[in-house]
C-alpha cells in the first residue's frame, strides 16, 4: 500500500516539475509578446485620446451655438 502512495507521489512531483519547466519555457517570449504589443499600441491610444478630446471639443462648441 505504502508503495502505491509514494508511486503516485513520485508521479505527482514529476509532473509538477515537468509543467514549471514548461511554464519558465514560455513566460519570457509570452512577456516579449506583450511588451511589443503595448509598444505597438502606444501611439493608436494617444492619437485615439488627441481625437476624443478634439470630438468632445467639437461637440461642446456645437451645443453652445445651439
Request: proline fraction near 5%; hydrophobic fraction near 45%; aromatic fraction near 4%.
Amino acid at each position: 500500500m505504502w508503495t502505491l502512495v509514494l508511486a503516485v507521489a513520485a508521479l505527482g512531483t514529476g509532473c509538477l516539475a515537468v509543467l514549471v519547466a514548461r511554464l519558465r519555457r514560455e513566460i519570457p517570449p509570452t512577456q516579449a509578446a506583450f511588451d511589443r504589443l503595448g509598444r505597438e499600441l502606444r501611439p493608436a491610444l494617444i492619437e485615439l485620446r488627441t481625437q476624443s478630446a478634439r470630438t468632445g471639443r467639437d461637440t461642446a462648441r456645437l451645443q453652445r451655438g445651439m
